[in-house]
C-alpha cells in the first residue's frame, strides 16, 4: 500500500521525484522511483519524513489506500528561512551572522536535508548554467565527488565562490563553467577550502 501511496500524494501535489529525493537527503531520484515500484520500502526515519511531508498519519501512509480516503490531505504551508552568504570574516564559522547578507524563506517541502544556505552568483564566470545574480542553494558539507558544483573558500577564507571541482590524482582544480576562465589550482600558495555542495539555483525576473 505504501508504494501506491507514495505515488499518489506526490502526483496529487505536484511534486517531482527529485524535489522528494532532495528533502530526504538524498543524491538521486533513483530511491523514489524503487520504492513507487514497490523494490524496495524505506526505514521507519525515512517513513516518518515522508509523512510529516505530506501531512498524513504514518499509519495511513503504509495502510490505508489514500486515492480512497475524503480526508482532505494538503501540504504544509511552512516556510524556513536560508541564511544567504555575503563577505565571509576571517575565523568565524560560515554561517555566523556577521557573515550573512539576507534570508530566503524557502517553503518547507523544498528544503533538503542537512544544513544548508545561499550563494548569491556575482559575474558570468558559471555561465551558462548559473547566471549573475542568481542564488544557489548549497548543503554544508566539507568534500563533494568529482565533478560537483562546490561552495569553496578562496583568497584567505574571505571570499566564498562556486565553482565545479575536478580532482585530478593529488591535484585539486576549481574549474569555471564559462570557457573563458582558467581553472584555479587549489595549493599551499592559493589554498582553498570547501565547504558546501550546489544543490540547486534560483533566479528572479
Known sequence: MFAKNLKYLRQKHGVEQMQLAEYLGKK?????SSWESGIYTP??????????????????????????SQIGVEVSQKTIDIPVLGAIACGE?????????E???VPADRVPGGDVFYLRAKGDSM?????????VLCR???????????????NGDEEATL??????????LLQALNENYAPYILNE?????????????????
Open 189 to 205: 600558495d592559493n589554498p582553498g577550502k570547501i565547504v558546501g555542495k550546489a544543490i540547486r539555483m534560483e533566479t528572479e525576473l
Open 163 to 172: 565553482k565545479r571541482v575536478v580532482k585530478q590524482g593529488d591535484i585539486v
Open 43 to 68: 526505514k521507519i526515519k525515512v517513513l516518518a519524513q515522508i509523512a510529516n511531508y505530506f501531512n498524513v498519519d504514518l499509519d495511513d501512509l503504509m495502510n490505508v489506500d489514500l486515492s480512497l
Open 127 to 135: 555561465e551558462p548554467k548559473i547566471p549573475d545574480g542568481s542564488y
Open 140 to 154: 554544508k558539507q566539507s568534500d563533494v565527488e568529482n565533478g560537483e558544483i562546490a561552495a569553496v573558500l578562496v
Open 28 to 32: 538521486s531520484s533513483s530511491s523514489i
Open 93 to 101: 564559522p560560515i554561517d555566523a551572522d556577521e557573515n550573512i547578507s
Open 103 to 105: 534570508y530566503r524563506s
